[in-house]
């Protein structure tokens, strides 16, 4: 920590940046127990103290975990600081949370992940990247060329669909990122889906949080779906990988063993050739010594006793040397009996084990058949479910035309009825108007005329009681004008009764009219109840659909469960296969082996018996020489004759 403090005090110095108080004691507290950690969480840094740092990242060799959280940084600090962090060779972990990035600091985050090759984890949570989007999509970009990262936290950056898309193409390329956080961003539905067919090319992300996005449920559930697909992916890969470093390692020990073994077998090989020269020099030395002997016949007998002494100790000790060569043939055949019974003991282990091996996976390979013929079971009931559902859909939908053709029909009907009573009842109406006028046109001309004749009638009858005043008819008169008066009530009350007449019929016309709005209000209702039963139906539809939808969606998760479960075989399948081979080769290159043994061991075998009979027949040849030599001296023919 001193180091990094010395030498952002050195950088203000030759860059003449007075350095800041906070930075000072905030890099004195966060590494004063020689952490390789730099915590400037919470400090307003200037564009100056940013060049400053940048230029220490380049030179400081120690840090490996920086915080730069909460640090209001300006686009130009961000940029610099950025850039510096671009040539460190040491920095694993980068928090940038909540500094409001703008565009250039968003581009040169995309450089950063481009160029450096050491960072492993990058927090850039709270910094809106999702509103620039040409910085975001430089951004993706770098992410896609990045080979070294493994953890990224995206949380609450304003990421919509448009910036799902760019991420989707950037983890197609990645392929080291493991740890993806997206939670509170604006993805939706359709980045929900794009990212999950990214997911599908993209083997390891084993963990991504989605939540608060405004994504279905389905989508989410067949997200961590594959996340957990790949998350199994790589924990197989990570036990088979286990696997062949351990039966490397076997096989190399093995390897080993039979390499040290082999050596032993030619050290002890290459001693008894060295023994077996030696004994052939001293045999041909002998040998020279005898032919000496041979040669100087003339000597005296007691230096041939002596030579013959000699010789046979000679003999003696060649006849020791091959008991104990023969010795040494018994103990090499028992030690390779034993080694062979070594090697055939630890064969049958093998065996055994590859049987057992064999056997685990056959029975894993009968439990995933199993499993993939339940599947299958399920997918066929599922299809035939299916059939059944569009069955009864294509069932509703007759019945659903046969009732909307019915109530047309009966709507049709009514309102052919309706038609033909609203014409009947315009044309009794019409009737009913013409004879009411009539009627009262034909009264009030009978009452003109009836009152101009009886005005006429009561002038004359008031000319004539005038002139009659005096004569004696009066009484007669007024019974006429009574008589009269009489006909004029009674004609007024045919008026009155015609005027009632009237009335009834405009009463029966009102009540119609009234009849007639009923059955508008019926033909209304009914139209609604149809359109009521038709949203019915197509809510019904809607939601079979929807089910189907759904349905059609976990049949296509298990096919692709199905799927990654017949890679899964076919991988292990091939795994065995390569193991079985394998196996089969380092046991025919140890049988090779044994057998290249068996024959050196056959040929030394021969080699000391030819070198026997060399021995035995040199023996009999100075044997028979001896003889000779000696029936052929003087002393010889001496002691035959006493024989």
Same mark, same amino acid.
């Given at each position: ?248 390692? /076997? ?83 028992? /030690? ?308």
């Amino acid at each position: 920590m001193q180091d990094f403090r010395q030498t952002y005090l050195s950088l203000c110095k030759e860059g003449g940046v007075k350095p800041q108080e906070s930075v000072v004691a905030q890099i004195q507290g966060s590494r004063a127990a020689h952490s390789p950690r730099l915590d400037l969480s919470g400090q307003s840094l200037s564009l100056d103290t940013c060049s400053v740092l940048a230029r220490a990242f380049q030179k400081d060799i120690t840090l490996t975990d920086v915080s730069l959280s909460d640090c209001m940084l300006s686009e130009e600090g961000a940029k610099v600081l950025l850039t510096g962090l671009c040539g460190n060779t040491t920095v694993k972990i980068l928090d940038l949370k909540g500094n409001n990035l703008k565009s250039a600091g968003v581009e040169v985050l995309g450089t950063l992940l481009t160029c450096n090759k050491t960072l492993r984890r990058l927090v850039l949570e709270w910094n809106a990247l999702g509103v620039w989007d040409e910085a975001f999509l430089a951004f993706c970009q770098g992410l896609a060329s990045n080979s070294m990262l493994t953890q990224l936290d995206l949380r609450n950056n304003q990421i919509n669909h448009h910036g799902a898309t760019e991420l989707a193409l950037a983890l197609k390329h990645n392929t080291t990122l493991e740890v993806l956080d997206l939670r509170w961003n604006n993805i939706g539905l359709l980045g929900g889906r794009i990212l999950l067919e990214a997911l599908q090319k993209n083997k390891r992300i084993v963990q991504l949080e989605m939540a608060g996005n405004n994504i279905p449920s389905d989508t989410l559930k067949a997200l961590e779906r594959t996340t957990g697909h790949n998350s199994d992916r790589q924990s197989t890969l990570g036990e088979n990988h286990r696997k062949t470093q351990v039966l490397s390692k /076997e096989i190399q020990t093995l390897k080993d063993k039979k390499s040290h073994q082999v050596l032993s077998l030619m050290e002890t090989i290459d001693s008894q050739r060295e023994e077996i020269r030696c004994s052939k020099r001293s045999t041909s030395i002998q040998i020279g010594q005898l032919q000496e002997a041979l040669n100087e016949r003339k000597s005296a007998v007691n230096s041939l006793n002596a030579k013959l002494q000699m010789t046979e100790e000679a003999l003696a000790l060649s006849g020791q040397k091959n008991l104990n060569m023969v010795e040494l043939l018994t103990q090499v055949k028992v /030690e390779k009996e034993e080694q062979m019974e070594r090697q055939s003991r630890e064969r049958k282990k093998e065996q055994e084990d590859c049987v057992l091996r064999e056997g685990k996976l056959f029975r894993e390979m009968q439990n995933l058949s199993e499993t993939n013929s339940q599947l299958r079971n399920k997918v066929w009931e599922m299809e035939r479910w299916c059939k059944s559902q569009q069955q009864q859909i294509f069932e509703l939908k007759q019945e659903l035309t046969n009732s909307t053709a019915e109530l047309n029909l009966r709507l049709a009907q009514a309102e052919d009825r309706l038609e033909t009573e609203k014409r009947r009842s315009k044309q009794a109406l019409r009737d009913m108007d013409s004879l009411r006028q009539k009627e009262v046109e034909h009264v009030n001309c009978n009452l003109e005329e009836s009152e101009r004749a009886l005005q006429e009638h009561i002038f004359k009858l008031e000319g004539q009681r005038i002139q009659l005043k005096e004569q004696e008819h009066v009484s007669s008169l007024e019974e006429k004008l009574r008589s009269v008066h009489s006909s004029l009530l009674e004609v007024q009350l045919h008026c009155s009764q015609q005027k009632q007449t009237i009335s009834e019929i405009k009463a029966k016309t009102n009540h119609q009219s009234i009849e007639v709005n009923g059955l508008q209000r019926r033909i209304g209702e009914l139209q609604q109840e149809l359109l009521g039963k038709d949203q019915e139906k197509v809510a019904e539809v809607s939601q079979v659909r929807l089910e189907l939808q759904e349905q059609i969606g976990h049949l296509q998760a298990e096919r692709t469960l199905q799927r990654g479960l017949k890679e899964k075989i076919c991988a292990l399948e091939r795994e065995n296969k390569v193991l079985s081979s394998n196996h089969r080769e380092v046991l025919l290159d140890k049988e090779s082996e044994m057998s290249s043994m068996l024959e050196k061991l056959r040929l030394k075998e021969a080699d000391i018996l030819r070198m026997r009979e060399d021995e035995t027949n040199r023996a009999s040849y100075l044997q028979s020489a001896f003889l000779t030599y000696v029936q052929g001296s003087p002393l010889g023919h001496c002691s035959s004759p006493k024989k």
